[in-house]
Protein backbone atom coordinates (compact mmCIF):
# COMPACT_ATOMS: atom_id res chain seq x y z
CA UNK A 1 0.00 0.00 0.00
CA UNK A 2 1.24 3.54 -1.13
CA UNK A 3 1.05 6.05 1.59
CA UNK A 4 1.96 9.76 1.91
CA UNK A 5 5.34 10.04 4.37
CA UNK A 6 4.16 12.33 6.52
CA UNK A 7 1.16 9.71 7.17
CA UNK A 8 3.25 7.18 7.59
CA UNK A 9 5.17 8.71 10.64
CA UNK A 10 2.40 9.22 12.46
CA UNK A 11 1.48 5.68 11.89
CA UNK A 12 4.30 4.90 13.14
CA UNK A 13 4.58 7.20 16.56
CA UNK A 14 6.87 10.13 15.23
CA UNK A 15 3.93 12.64 16.83
CA UNK A 16 1.01 14.64 15.51
CA UNK A 17 0.39 14.74 12.02
CA UNK A 18 2.00 18.28 11.59
CA UNK A 19 4.64 17.48 13.77
CA UNK A 20 5.63 14.26 11.19
CA UNK A 21 5.28 16.93 8.53
CA UNK A 22 7.64 19.00 10.12
CA UNK A 23 9.93 16.67 10.29
CA UNK A 24 10.00 15.62 6.66
CA UNK A 25 10.15 19.86 5.63
CA UNK A 26 13.42 20.40 8.17
CA UNK A 27 14.74 17.29 6.21
CA UNK A 28 14.94 15.02 9.30
CA UNK A 29 14.03 11.94 7.07
CA UNK A 30 15.71 10.00 4.57
CA UNK A 31 14.57 7.10 2.41
CA UNK A 32 17.00 4.86 0.34
CA UNK A 33 19.80 7.78 1.06
CA UNK A 34 17.96 10.76 -0.11
CA UNK A 35 16.16 13.30 2.16
CA UNK A 36 13.20 13.51 1.96
CA UNK A 37 11.73 16.99 1.71
CA UNK A 38 8.15 16.97 0.56
CA UNK A 39 5.81 15.08 3.37
CA UNK A 40 3.20 14.65 0.46
CA UNK A 41 5.91 12.35 -1.46
CA UNK A 42 4.28 8.56 -1.54
CA UNK A 43 5.79 5.36 -0.38
CA UNK A 44 5.24 1.62 -0.90
CA UNK A 45 4.70 0.97 3.31
CA UNK A 46 6.01 -2.71 2.55
CA UNK A 47 9.30 -3.42 3.71
CA UNK A 48 10.20 0.38 3.81
CA UNK A 49 12.89 1.43 6.10
CA UNK A 50 13.83 5.45 6.86
CA UNK A 51 16.01 7.05 9.07
CA UNK A 52 15.76 10.32 11.31
CA UNK A 53 18.38 11.73 13.16
CA UNK A 54 21.13 8.72 12.13
CA UNK A 55 18.58 6.07 13.60
CA UNK A 56 17.19 3.60 10.66
CA UNK A 57 13.45 2.41 11.44
CA UNK A 58 11.16 -0.16 9.42
CA UNK A 59 7.97 0.80 8.94
CA UNK A 60 5.98 -1.69 10.14
CA UNK A 61 1.97 -2.36 11.00
CA UNK A 62 2.77 -3.90 14.57
CA UNK A 63 5.47 -3.43 16.59
CA UNK A 64 7.44 -6.40 18.40
CA UNK A 65 10.18 -5.73 20.14
CA UNK A 66 12.86 -7.97 22.66
CA UNK A 67 13.73 -6.43 25.47
CA UNK A 68 17.42 -7.43 28.04
CA UNK A 69 15.71 -6.20 31.06
CA UNK A 70 17.93 -5.38 33.32
CA UNK A 71 16.76 -5.32 37.29
CA UNK A 72 15.72 -2.54 39.02
CA UNK A 73 12.91 -1.86 36.35
CA UNK A 74 9.24 -2.77 36.43
CA UNK A 75 6.79 -3.58 33.98
CA UNK A 76 3.86 -1.65 34.96
CA UNK A 77 2.75 1.12 32.94
CA UNK A 78 2.41 3.36 36.64
CA UNK A 79 5.30 2.06 38.25
CA UNK A 80 5.56 2.77 42.08
CA UNK A 81 9.08 2.20 42.85
CA UNK A 82 11.65 1.70 40.46
CA UNK A 83 11.16 3.28 36.55
CA UNK A 84 9.01 1.81 33.78
CA UNK A 85 10.78 -1.19 31.52
CA UNK A 86 9.36 1.47 28.94
CA UNK A 87 11.61 4.41 30.28
CA UNK A 88 14.37 2.29 27.70
CA UNK A 89 12.41 1.97 24.87
CA UNK A 90 12.49 5.21 22.11
CA UNK A 91 9.69 7.47 22.36
CA UNK A 92 8.21 6.46 18.79
CA UNK A 93 7.44 2.60 20.69
CA UNK A 94 6.10 4.45 23.62
CA UNK A 95 3.69 6.50 21.60
CA UNK A 96 2.13 3.81 19.42
CA UNK A 97 1.41 2.22 22.71
CA UNK A 98 3.76 -0.79 22.78
CA UNK A 99 3.34 -2.61 26.04
CA UNK A 100 4.66 -5.72 27.85
CA UNK A 101 3.59 -9.50 26.68
CA UNK A 102 3.15 -10.62 30.09
CA UNK A 103 5.00 -9.14 33.45
CA UNK A 104 8.60 -9.79 35.07
CA UNK A 105 9.20 -8.72 38.91
CA UNK A 106 11.27 -5.60 38.92
CA UNK A 107 13.99 -7.81 40.09
CA UNK A 108 13.84 -10.40 37.16
CA UNK A 109 16.14 -9.99 34.61
CA UNK A 110 16.27 -11.02 30.97
CA UNK A 111 13.83 -12.01 27.91
CA UNK A 112 11.05 -9.64 27.82
CA UNK A 113 8.90 -8.71 24.93
CA UNK A 114 6.73 -5.65 23.88
CA UNK A 115 4.10 -5.52 21.45
CA UNK A 116 1.11 -2.79 19.77
CA UNK A 117 -0.44 -6.01 18.83
CA UNK A 118 -3.33 -6.89 21.16
CA UNK A 119 -4.10 -10.09 19.81
CA UNK A 120 -0.80 -11.35 19.90
CA UNK A 121 -0.57 -10.30 23.49
CA UNK A 122 -3.79 -12.15 24.38
CA UNK A 123 -2.37 -15.29 21.79
CA UNK A 124 1.18 -15.50 23.90
CA UNK A 125 0.01 -15.04 27.83
CA UNK A 126 -3.30 -17.27 27.09
CA UNK A 127 -2.25 -20.64 28.92
CA UNK A 128 -4.34 -22.46 26.18
CA UNK A 129 -1.78 -21.62 23.83
CA UNK A 130 1.17 -23.20 25.36
CA UNK A 131 3.97 -21.21 24.81
CA UNK A 132 6.80 -22.34 26.76
CA UNK A 133 9.18 -19.60 29.22
CA UNK A 134 12.32 -20.45 30.35
CA UNK A 135 13.65 -19.79 33.78
CA UNK A 136 16.56 -19.74 35.86
CA UNK A 137 16.37 -19.52 39.14
CA UNK A 138 19.53 -19.27 41.08
CA UNK A 139 18.13 -20.61 44.66
CA UNK A 140 19.24 -20.45 48.05
CA UNK A 141 19.56 -23.82 48.93
CA UNK A 142 21.13 -27.31 47.09
CA UNK A 143 18.70 -27.88 44.73
CA UNK A 144 17.28 -31.98 45.47
CA UNK A 145 15.89 -34.41 43.25
CA UNK A 146 12.86 -34.64 45.36
CA UNK A 147 12.33 -30.68 44.53
CA UNK A 148 12.47 -31.20 41.09
CA UNK A 149 9.91 -34.23 41.22
CA UNK A 150 7.47 -32.23 43.25
CA UNK A 151 7.54 -29.07 40.75
CA UNK A 152 7.18 -31.76 37.47
CA UNK A 153 4.15 -32.93 39.69
CA UNK A 154 2.41 -29.93 40.79
CA UNK A 155 2.79 -28.14 43.91
CA UNK A 156 0.42 -25.35 45.64
CA UNK A 157 1.02 -21.89 45.75
CA UNK A 158 1.01 -20.37 48.99
CA UNK A 159 -0.56 -16.65 48.42
CA UNK A 160 1.92 -14.27 47.62
CA UNK A 161 4.31 -12.47 49.63
CA UNK A 162 2.83 -9.16 51.74
CA UNK A 163 -0.61 -9.81 50.25
CA UNK A 164 -3.46 -9.16 53.31
CA UNK A 165 -5.70 -12.14 53.92
CA UNK A 166 -8.64 -11.46 51.63
CA UNK A 167 -11.80 -11.78 53.35
CA UNK A 168 -12.63 -14.90 51.46
CA UNK A 169 -10.19 -17.84 51.49
CA UNK A 170 -9.54 -18.57 47.95
CA UNK A 171 -8.59 -22.31 46.62
CA UNK A 172 -5.28 -23.04 46.64
CA UNK A 173 -3.63 -22.40 43.29
CA UNK A 174 -1.65 -25.68 42.06
CA UNK A 175 0.64 -26.14 39.57
CA UNK A 176 3.11 -27.58 38.11
CA UNK A 177 6.26 -26.89 35.76
CA UNK A 178 6.55 -28.49 32.24
CA UNK A 179 10.27 -28.96 32.77
CA UNK A 180 12.27 -28.94 35.63
CA UNK A 181 16.79 -29.59 35.58
CA UNK A 182 19.28 -28.73 37.89
CA UNK A 183 21.96 -26.83 36.07
CA UNK A 184 24.05 -26.79 38.76
CA UNK A 185 24.12 -27.23 42.71
CA UNK A 186 21.66 -24.08 43.61
CA UNK A 187 20.78 -23.36 39.22
CA UNK A 188 17.25 -24.66 38.60
CA UNK A 189 15.80 -24.46 34.80
CA UNK A 190 12.57 -24.30 35.05
CA UNK A 191 10.19 -24.48 31.67
CA UNK A 192 6.32 -22.81 32.45
CA UNK A 193 3.44 -22.56 30.20
CA UNK A 194 1.64 -19.87 32.55
CA UNK A 195 2.21 -16.75 34.05
CA UNK A 196 0.68 -16.59 37.43
CA UNK A 197 2.26 -14.02 39.63
CA UNK A 198 5.47 -14.29 41.50
CA UNK A 199 4.97 -17.61 39.61
CA UNK A 200 8.58 -19.36 39.78
CA UNK A 201 9.84 -17.89 43.48
CA UNK A 202 6.07 -19.16 44.98
CA UNK A 203 6.88 -22.63 43.63
CA UNK A 204 10.21 -22.82 44.48
CA UNK A 205 8.85 -21.61 47.81
CA UNK A 206 6.56 -24.38 48.05
CA UNK A 207 9.29 -27.03 47.59
CA UNK A 208 11.10 -25.91 50.41
CA UNK A 209 14.10 -23.35 48.59
CA UNK A 210 13.57 -20.02 47.86
CA UNK A 211 14.77 -17.76 44.43
CA UNK A 212 17.39 -15.60 45.47
CA UNK A 213 17.82 -14.08 41.49
CA UNK A 214 16.04 -14.99 38.39
CA UNK A 215 16.61 -14.81 34.79
CA UNK A 216 14.26 -15.61 31.66
CA UNK A 217 16.44 -16.97 29.16
CA UNK A 218 13.40 -18.13 26.48
CA UNK A 219 10.08 -17.27 25.08
CA UNK A 220 8.82 -19.74 23.32
CA UNK A 221 10.95 -19.89 19.91
CA UNK A 222 12.72 -16.69 20.75
CA UNK A 223 16.06 -17.09 22.96
CA UNK A 224 17.72 -14.07 25.03
CA UNK A 225 20.34 -12.88 22.11
CA UNK A 226 24.14 -13.05 24.11
CA UNK A 227 24.87 -10.32 22.60
CA UNK A 228 22.35 -8.53 23.31
CA UNK A 229 23.26 -6.10 26.65
CA UNK A 230 21.01 -5.38 29.56
CA UNK A 231 18.86 -2.64 28.77
CA UNK A 232 18.82 -2.95 25.02
CA UNK A 233 16.27 -3.75 22.93
CA UNK A 234 15.88 -5.25 19.28
CA UNK A 235 13.33 -5.74 16.59
CA UNK A 236 11.80 -9.33 16.22
CA UNK A 237 10.12 -10.34 12.40
CA UNK A 238 6.59 -11.81 12.72
CA UNK A 239 8.19 -15.37 11.55
CA UNK A 240 10.87 -15.58 14.56
CA UNK A 241 7.84 -16.21 17.16
CA UNK A 242 5.73 -18.19 14.87
CA UNK A 243 7.16 -21.39 15.70
CA UNK A 244 6.89 -20.93 19.57
N1 LIG B 1 8.00 -15.85 38.14
C1 LIG B 1 8.36 -15.00 39.12
O1 LIG B 1 8.30 -15.33 40.30
N2 LIG B 1 8.80 -13.77 38.76
C2 LIG B 1 8.92 -13.36 37.47
O2 LIG B 1 9.35 -12.23 37.23
C3 LIG B 1 8.54 -14.26 36.47
C4 LIG B 1 8.09 -15.50 36.82
Sequence with gaps: MKQK???ILFS???GTRRLCAGLVWN???SVDGEVV?????????????FIIHGHEWPCVDKALILLNKPAGYECSQKPKHHPSVMSLLPAPLRERGVQPIGRLDEDTTGLLLLTDDGALIHKLTSPKHHVPKVYEAHCKHPLTATMVEQLLAGV???EPEGKPPGKFQRPPETTRAEGAEIAN???LRLTLIEGKYHQVKRMVAAVGNR???LHRSRFGALSLPTDLA???WRWVEPGEIASG
Aim: glycine share 12%; proline share 6%.
Design 12 to 14: QGF
Design 156 to 158: ELR
Design 230 to 232: PGQ
Design 211 to 213: VEA
Design 37 to 49: EEPDTEFETEGLR
Design 5 to 7: LSQ
Design 185 to 187: ETL
Design 27 to 29: GEV
